[in-house]
Protein backbone atom coordinates (compact mmCIF):
# COMPACT_ATOMS: atom_id res chain seq x y z
CA UNK A 1 0.00 0.00 0.00
CA UNK A 2 1.33 3.66 -0.82
CA UNK A 3 0.41 7.04 0.64
CA UNK A 4 -0.55 9.43 -1.34
CA UNK A 5 -0.47 13.55 -0.53
CA UNK A 6 -2.10 16.50 -2.47
CA UNK A 7 -4.97 13.52 -3.39
CA UNK A 8 -6.96 14.77 -6.14
CA UNK A 9 -9.95 16.66 -4.65
CA UNK A 10 -12.58 15.13 -6.84
CA UNK A 11 -11.39 11.63 -5.78
CA UNK A 12 -11.51 13.07 -1.87
CA UNK A 13 -14.51 14.79 -2.45
CA UNK A 14 -16.32 11.71 -3.79
CA UNK A 15 -14.97 9.23 -1.06
CA UNK A 16 -15.22 11.33 2.16
CA UNK A 17 -19.21 12.23 0.58
CA UNK A 18 -20.07 8.30 0.22
CA UNK A 19 -17.78 6.53 2.31
CA UNK A 20 -19.66 5.17 5.80
CA UNK A 21 -17.24 7.60 8.16
CA UNK A 22 -17.36 10.45 5.56
CA UNK A 23 -17.62 13.81 7.77
CA UNK A 24 -18.24 17.26 6.97
CA UNK A 25 -15.44 17.94 9.50
CA UNK A 26 -13.10 15.86 7.25
CA UNK A 27 -14.01 17.84 3.84
CA UNK A 28 -11.89 19.92 2.13
CA UNK A 29 -14.02 22.59 2.68
CA UNK A 30 -13.55 22.42 5.99
CA UNK A 31 -9.99 22.34 5.71
CA UNK A 32 -10.41 25.47 3.65
CA UNK A 33 -11.90 27.70 6.03
CA UNK A 34 -9.95 26.18 9.10
CA UNK A 35 -6.76 27.22 6.76
CA UNK A 36 -8.04 30.88 7.08
CA UNK A 37 -6.62 30.61 10.61
CA UNK A 38 -3.53 29.09 12.35
CA UNK A 39 -3.75 25.34 10.48
CA UNK A 40 -2.63 24.39 7.02
CA UNK A 41 -4.55 21.45 5.51
CA UNK A 42 -3.77 18.22 3.41
CA UNK A 43 -5.73 15.93 0.78
CA UNK A 44 -3.79 12.53 2.36
CA UNK A 45 -5.05 8.96 0.12
CA UNK A 46 -4.14 5.36 0.92
CA UNK A 47 -3.83 2.77 -2.61
CA UNK A 48 -3.84 -0.43 -2.47
CA UNK A 49 -2.88 -1.63 -5.93
CA UNK A 50 -3.92 1.89 -7.33
CA UNK A 51 -7.71 1.91 -5.36
CA UNK A 52 -8.04 4.14 -2.70
CA UNK A 53 -8.55 2.05 0.53
CA UNK A 54 -8.62 4.90 3.37
CA UNK A 55 -8.45 9.04 3.62
CA UNK A 56 -8.40 12.09 5.25
CA UNK A 57 -8.23 15.94 5.36
CA UNK A 58 -4.96 16.18 7.84
CA UNK A 59 -5.01 19.23 9.30
CA UNK A 60 -1.32 21.06 10.65
CA UNK A 61 -0.93 23.45 13.83
CA UNK A 62 2.79 24.81 14.92
CA UNK A 63 2.80 24.76 18.44
CA UNK A 64 3.95 28.12 20.39
CA UNK A 65 7.69 27.89 21.34
CA UNK A 66 8.32 24.16 20.52
CA UNK A 67 8.86 24.71 16.83
CA UNK A 68 6.70 21.59 16.26
CA UNK A 69 3.45 20.58 14.93
CA UNK A 70 0.38 19.09 15.74
CA UNK A 71 -1.68 17.22 12.92
CA UNK A 72 -5.06 16.50 13.33
CA UNK A 73 -7.81 14.65 11.25
CA UNK A 74 -11.11 16.12 13.20
CA UNK A 75 -13.70 12.87 13.25
CA UNK A 76 -10.80 10.32 12.34
CA UNK A 77 -9.54 9.07 9.21
CA UNK A 78 -12.30 8.12 6.10
CA UNK A 79 -12.01 4.18 6.40
CA UNK A 80 -13.26 0.89 7.07
CA UNK A 81 -11.99 0.66 11.03
CA UNK A 82 -13.16 -2.95 10.98
CA UNK A 83 -10.65 -3.98 8.59
CA UNK A 84 -6.86 -4.07 10.63
CA UNK A 85 -4.72 -4.19 7.43
CA UNK A 86 -6.22 -0.63 6.44
CA UNK A 87 -6.22 1.10 9.91
CA UNK A 88 -2.18 -0.16 10.62
CA UNK A 89 -1.14 0.74 6.81
CA UNK A 90 -3.03 4.18 6.76
CA UNK A 91 -1.10 4.53 10.48
CA UNK A 92 2.27 3.57 9.70
CA UNK A 93 2.52 6.26 7.02
CA UNK A 94 0.68 8.75 8.35
CA UNK A 95 3.27 8.21 10.93
CA UNK A 96 6.11 8.58 8.99
CA UNK A 97 4.96 11.88 7.22
CA UNK A 98 3.96 13.70 10.42
CA UNK A 99 7.51 12.58 11.38
CA UNK A 100 9.10 14.12 8.29
CA UNK A 101 7.03 17.17 8.86
CA UNK A 102 8.38 17.97 12.45
CA UNK A 103 5.19 16.76 13.80
CA UNK A 104 4.76 15.64 17.59
CA UNK A 105 1.51 13.77 17.39
CA UNK A 106 -1.55 13.22 15.11
CA UNK A 107 -4.72 13.84 16.48
CA UNK A 108 -7.56 11.56 15.92
CA UNK A 109 -11.95 11.14 17.59
CA UNK A 110 -12.87 8.95 14.75
CA UNK A 111 -16.95 9.31 14.56
CA UNK A 112 -17.11 5.01 15.60
CA UNK A 113 -19.50 4.02 17.84
CA UNK A 114 -18.57 2.43 20.98
CA UNK A 115 -21.30 0.71 22.73
CA UNK A 116 -24.89 0.49 21.71
CA UNK A 117 -27.50 2.95 23.78
CA UNK A 118 -31.84 3.38 23.73
CA UNK A 119 -33.29 6.44 23.43
CA UNK A 120 -33.19 7.21 27.06
CA UNK A 121 -29.09 6.80 26.95
CA UNK A 122 -29.20 3.56 29.10
CA UNK A 123 -27.10 0.74 28.08
CA UNK A 124 -28.56 -2.12 25.97
CA UNK A 125 -27.82 -5.48 27.51
CA UNK A 126 -26.17 -7.61 24.71
CA UNK A 127 -26.16 -4.69 22.49
CA UNK A 128 -22.71 -4.12 20.22
CA UNK A 129 -19.83 -3.62 21.93
CA UNK A 130 -16.77 -1.70 19.84
CA UNK A 131 -13.97 -2.06 22.77
CA UNK A 132 -11.97 -3.59 20.36
CA UNK A 133 -11.39 -0.52 17.80
CA UNK A 134 -10.38 1.44 20.63
CA UNK A 135 -7.82 -1.95 21.61
CA UNK A 136 -6.73 -2.17 17.81
CA UNK A 137 -5.74 1.50 17.80
CA UNK A 138 -4.12 1.63 21.14
CA UNK A 139 -1.83 -1.96 19.71
CA UNK A 140 -1.40 0.36 16.82
CA UNK A 141 0.22 2.74 18.97
CA UNK A 142 -2.50 5.42 19.76
CA UNK A 143 -3.01 6.63 23.23
CA UNK A 144 -6.82 6.77 24.29
CA UNK A 145 -7.26 10.11 25.81
CA UNK A 146 -10.40 7.87 28.17
CA UNK A 147 -13.60 7.77 28.55
CA UNK A 148 -15.17 11.17 28.89
CA UNK A 149 -18.77 12.06 29.78
CA UNK A 150 -18.83 15.81 29.15
CA UNK A 151 -16.84 18.19 26.47
CA UNK A 152 -13.85 17.24 27.42
CA UNK A 153 -12.33 16.61 24.38
CA UNK A 154 -12.13 18.57 20.88
CA UNK A 155 -15.15 16.57 19.53
CA UNK A 156 -18.60 15.77 21.86
CA UNK A 157 -17.62 11.94 22.11
CA UNK A 158 -21.69 11.47 22.58
CA UNK A 159 -24.21 12.86 20.17
CA UNK A 160 -27.33 12.80 19.42
CA UNK A 161 -29.13 12.33 16.16
CA UNK A 162 -32.45 11.64 14.15
CA UNK A 163 -32.46 9.16 11.22
CA UNK A 164 -34.40 10.17 8.57
CA UNK A 165 -35.73 7.13 7.25
CA UNK A 166 -39.48 8.22 7.25
CA UNK A 167 -41.93 10.92 5.75
CA UNK A 168 -41.77 14.04 7.56
CA UNK A 169 -45.45 13.74 9.23
CA UNK A 170 -44.08 10.48 10.40
CA UNK A 171 -41.02 12.09 12.04
CA UNK A 172 -43.18 14.75 13.45
CA UNK A 173 -45.93 12.40 15.37
CA UNK A 174 -42.74 10.64 16.96
CA UNK A 175 -41.30 13.58 18.72
CA UNK A 176 -42.43 14.09 22.20
CA UNK A 177 -46.11 15.72 22.75
CA UNK A 178 -44.28 18.79 23.98
CA UNK A 179 -41.80 19.38 21.31
CA UNK A 180 -44.76 19.01 18.91
CA UNK A 181 -46.64 21.78 21.15
CA UNK A 182 -43.74 23.77 21.28
CA UNK A 183 -43.59 23.58 17.76
CA UNK A 184 -47.08 24.37 17.02
CA UNK A 185 -46.85 27.32 19.58
CA UNK A 186 -44.06 29.20 17.70
CA UNK A 187 -45.96 28.69 14.57
CA UNK A 188 -49.22 30.43 16.30
CA UNK A 189 -47.00 33.16 18.35
CA UNK A 190 -46.03 34.68 14.45
CA UNK A 191 -42.49 32.99 14.38
CA UNK A 192 -41.07 32.79 10.74
CA UNK A 193 -37.81 30.93 10.21
CA UNK A 194 -35.43 32.35 6.77
CA UNK A 195 -32.30 31.72 5.66
CA UNK A 196 -29.93 34.36 6.39
CA UNK A 197 -27.49 35.82 4.51
CA UNK A 198 -23.89 36.98 5.29
CA UNK A 199 -24.81 40.74 6.34
CA UNK A 200 -27.46 39.00 8.94
CA UNK A 201 -24.05 36.85 10.70
CA UNK A 202 -23.77 40.31 12.62
CA UNK A 203 -27.20 39.57 14.28
CA UNK A 204 -26.44 35.73 14.58
CA UNK A 205 -22.82 36.30 16.38
CA UNK A 206 -24.59 39.46 18.95
CA UNK A 207 -27.12 37.14 19.78
CA UNK A 208 -24.50 34.51 19.90
CA UNK A 209 -22.62 36.32 22.58
CA UNK A 210 -25.93 36.90 24.59
CA UNK A 211 -26.09 33.02 24.80
CA UNK A 212 -22.66 32.61 25.22
CA UNK A 213 -22.64 34.55 28.27
CA UNK A 214 -25.69 33.20 29.70
CA UNK A 215 -24.23 29.55 29.33
CA UNK A 216 -21.04 30.08 30.20
CA UNK A 217 -18.90 29.77 27.15
CA UNK A 218 -16.94 32.69 25.00
CA UNK A 219 -18.70 32.54 22.00
CA UNK A 220 -16.64 32.72 18.28
CA UNK A 221 -16.05 35.89 16.48
CA UNK A 222 -18.12 37.62 13.64
CA UNK A 223 -14.94 37.10 11.33
CA UNK A 224 -14.88 33.58 12.46
CA UNK A 225 -18.60 33.07 11.20
CA UNK A 226 -17.79 35.07 7.69
CA UNK A 227 -15.19 33.00 7.16
CA UNK A 228 -17.37 29.84 7.60
CA UNK A 229 -19.98 31.16 5.44
CA UNK A 230 -17.52 32.80 2.62
CA UNK A 231 -16.20 28.97 2.33
CA UNK A 232 -19.29 26.62 2.80
CA UNK A 233 -21.64 28.70 1.57
CA UNK A 234 -20.75 28.59 -2.07
CA UNK A 235 -20.23 25.08 -1.69
CA UNK A 236 -23.51 23.98 -0.90
CA UNK A 237 -22.24 22.90 2.47
CA UNK A 238 -23.68 25.32 4.66
CA UNK A 239 -27.10 26.73 6.02
CA UNK A 240 -27.32 29.92 7.87
CA UNK A 241 -31.18 30.55 9.50
CA UNK A 242 -32.97 32.91 11.62
CA UNK A 243 -35.96 32.90 13.42
CA UNK A 244 -37.48 36.23 13.45
CA UNK A 245 -40.64 37.53 15.75
CA UNK A 246 -43.20 38.81 13.43
CA UNK A 247 -45.13 41.18 15.80
CA UNK A 248 -47.36 42.57 13.09
CA UNK A 249 -48.66 38.71 12.10
CA UNK A 250 -48.41 37.72 16.65
CA UNK A 251 -50.57 41.30 16.73
CA UNK A 252 -53.39 40.09 13.95
CA UNK A 253 -53.45 36.40 15.62
CA UNK A 254 -54.02 37.90 18.91
CA UNK A 255 -56.81 40.01 17.50
CA UNK A 256 -58.58 37.28 16.11
CA UNK A 257 -58.59 35.08 18.98
CA UNK A 258 -59.89 38.27 21.28
CA UNK A 259 -62.78 38.89 18.53
CA UNK A 260 -63.67 35.27 18.74
CA UNK A 261 -63.91 35.16 22.51
CA UNK A 262 -65.71 38.42 22.96
CA UNK A 263 -68.31 37.03 20.04
CA UNK A 264 -69.06 33.89 22.38
CA UNK A 265 -72.44 34.35 24.11
CA UNK A 266 -70.44 32.51 27.64
CA UNK A 267 -67.39 34.56 27.52
CA UNK A 268 -64.61 33.71 29.75
CA UNK A 269 -63.44 36.76 30.87
CA UNK A 270 -60.09 35.52 32.39
CA UNK A 271 -59.58 34.41 29.42
CA UNK A 272 -60.78 37.77 27.37
CA UNK A 273 -58.65 40.22 30.15
CA UNK A 274 -55.10 37.70 29.17
CA UNK A 275 -55.72 38.52 25.09
CA UNK A 276 -56.03 42.35 25.92
CA UNK A 277 -53.06 42.62 27.89
CA UNK A 278 -51.66 40.52 25.26
CA UNK A 279 -52.78 42.72 22.40
CA UNK A 280 -51.29 45.99 24.59
CA UNK A 281 -47.74 44.61 24.80
CA UNK A 282 -47.89 43.32 20.71
CA UNK A 283 -49.49 46.73 20.06
CA UNK A 284 -46.04 48.54 22.05
CA UNK A 285 -43.66 46.06 20.62
CA UNK A 286 -45.14 46.31 17.49
CA UNK A 287 -44.35 50.69 17.45
CA UNK A 288 -40.72 49.86 18.22
CA UNK A 289 -40.36 46.81 16.05
CA UNK A 290 -42.84 47.22 12.98
CA UNK A 291 -40.54 44.85 10.95
CA UNK A 292 -40.19 42.29 13.63
CA UNK A 293 -37.27 41.31 15.30
CA UNK A 294 -34.21 38.27 14.96
CA UNK A 295 -35.03 36.37 18.36
CA UNK A 296 -32.65 33.10 17.56
CA UNK A 297 -30.38 31.26 14.93
CA UNK A 298 -28.47 28.27 13.64
CA UNK A 299 -25.97 27.05 11.35
CA UNK A 300 -25.96 23.93 9.65
CA UNK A 301 -23.60 21.78 7.66
CA UNK A 302 -24.39 18.99 5.03
CA UNK A 303 -21.97 16.45 3.59
CA UNK A 304 -23.38 13.56 1.57
CA UNK A 305 -26.54 12.33 3.74
CA UNK A 306 -25.62 13.88 6.75
CA UNK A 307 -26.67 17.33 7.94
CA UNK A 308 -25.07 18.37 11.64
CA UNK A 309 -26.41 21.26 13.45
CA UNK A 310 -23.34 22.98 14.18
CA UNK A 311 -24.32 26.54 16.21
CA UNK A 312 -27.03 27.65 17.78
CA UNK A 313 -27.94 31.32 19.81
CA UNK A 314 -31.03 32.31 21.37
CA UNK A 315 -31.95 35.75 22.69
CA UNK A 316 -32.89 35.59 26.64
CA UNK A 317 -36.22 37.89 25.29
CA UNK A 318 -39.04 35.81 23.72
CA UNK A 319 -37.62 32.29 24.58
CA UNK A 320 -41.34 31.78 25.77
CA UNK A 321 -42.50 31.81 22.25
CA UNK A 322 -40.11 28.72 21.72
CA UNK A 323 -38.08 29.88 18.45
CA UNK A 324 -35.53 27.26 19.02
CA UNK A 325 -38.16 24.18 18.09
CA UNK A 326 -39.36 25.65 15.09
CA UNK A 327 -35.91 26.54 13.66
CA UNK A 328 -34.94 22.58 14.14
CA UNK A 329 -38.56 21.58 12.83
CA UNK A 330 -37.03 23.50 9.58
CA UNK A 331 -33.68 22.27 9.50
CA UNK A 332 -34.49 18.85 9.68
CA UNK A 333 -37.33 19.78 7.29
CA UNK A 334 -34.53 20.99 4.88
CA UNK A 335 -32.24 18.04 5.29
CA UNK A 336 -34.89 15.90 4.73
CA UNK A 337 -35.82 18.27 1.19
CA UNK A 338 -32.35 18.18 0.50
CA UNK A 339 -31.98 13.67 0.21
CA UNK A 340 -30.52 13.36 3.31
CA UNK A 341 -30.96 10.25 5.68
CA UNK A 342 -29.56 11.78 9.03
CA UNK A 343 -29.68 14.96 10.98
CA UNK A 344 -27.31 15.32 14.15
CA UNK A 345 -27.67 17.23 16.28
CA UNK A 346 -24.31 16.94 18.06
CA UNK A 347 -22.88 17.02 21.52
CA UNK A 348 -25.24 15.96 24.12
CA UNK A 349 -23.92 15.04 27.65
CA UNK A 350 -23.09 10.86 28.52
CA UNK A 351 -24.33 11.70 31.95
CA UNK A 352 -27.94 11.57 32.42
CA UNK A 353 -28.20 12.71 36.22
CA UNK A 354 -30.88 16.29 35.54
CA UNK A 355 -28.00 17.80 38.21
CA UNK A 356 -25.91 18.10 35.08
CA UNK A 357 -25.77 21.47 33.63
CA UNK A 358 -25.80 20.06 29.95
CA UNK A 359 -29.06 17.77 31.33
CA UNK A 360 -31.56 20.85 29.63
CA UNK A 361 -29.69 20.55 26.15
CA UNK A 362 -30.23 16.91 26.28
CA UNK A 363 -33.61 16.81 26.90
CA UNK A 364 -34.60 19.41 24.19
CA UNK A 365 -32.52 17.26 21.40
CA UNK A 366 -34.62 14.11 23.21
CA UNK A 367 -37.57 15.87 22.62
CA UNK A 368 -37.52 15.01 18.62
CA UNK A 369 -37.10 11.45 19.73
CA UNK A 370 -33.77 9.82 17.57
CA UNK A 371 -30.98 7.75 18.53
CA UNK A 372 -28.06 8.14 21.81
CA UNK A 373 -24.80 7.71 20.38
CA UNK A 374 -21.72 7.24 22.07
CA UNK A 375 -18.08 7.44 20.09
CA UNK A 376 -14.85 5.45 21.15
CA UNK A 377 -13.01 9.12 21.88
CA UNK A 378 -9.95 10.85 21.32
CA UNK A 379 -6.52 9.42 20.82
CA UNK A 380 -3.25 10.41 20.43
CA UNK A 381 -0.39 8.79 17.91
CA UNK A 382 2.62 9.83 19.27
CA UNK A 383 5.06 10.90 16.89
CA UNK A 384 8.56 12.64 19.63
CA UNK A 385 7.37 11.51 22.62
CA UNK A 386 9.98 14.19 24.69
CA UNK A 387 8.29 17.08 23.09
CA UNK A 388 4.34 15.63 23.25
CA UNK A 389 5.24 14.94 26.90
CA UNK A 390 6.38 18.36 26.72
CA UNK A 391 3.06 19.37 25.35
CA UNK A 392 1.12 17.05 27.88
CA UNK A 393 2.40 18.72 30.90
CA UNK A 394 5.18 20.80 30.20
CA UNK A 395 3.97 23.30 28.77
CA UNK A 396 -0.01 23.68 30.14
CA UNK A 397 -1.09 27.01 28.86
CA UNK A 398 0.00 25.45 25.02
CA UNK A 399 -2.57 22.74 26.03
CA UNK A 400 -5.21 25.30 26.53
CA UNK A 401 -4.74 27.21 23.33
CA UNK A 402 -5.20 24.39 21.61
CA UNK A 403 -8.06 22.73 24.08
CA UNK A 404 -9.83 26.20 22.85
CA UNK A 405 -9.91 25.14 19.35
CA UNK A 406 -13.84 23.99 19.17
CA UNK A 407 -15.08 22.15 15.97
Given at each position: MELVTNLDRHIYKDWNETHQYGQILQSEEWGMFKSKGAWNYELIGLKDQGKLVGACMLLKRKLPLLNRYMFYAPRGFVLDYT??????????????????????????????????????????????????IIHMLCDLGYQHKGITLDFDGIQPRFVYRLPLDRSLDALMKKFHHKTRYNIRLAEKKGVEIYEGSRDEL?????????????????????????????????????????????????????????????????????????????????????????????????????NGKTAWYLYGASDNAFRNIMPNYLIQWQMIQDAYEMGCTMYDFRGISGDLSPDNPLHGLYRFKKGFTGEFVEYIGEFDLIIRPLSYKLFEHGVPFIKKIIRKVKW
Open positions: NRKVVEEFTKHISEYAKAHKGIMVKIDPCVMYREHDAEGHLVEGGFNHADKLFEKIMRVTGERDGFIPRSLDYFQSMYDVLYPAGKLKFYLAKYNVKKALEIVGKQLEQEESKEKKDEKRIDKLRKEEKELNDLCQEHPNGLVVSGTIMLV
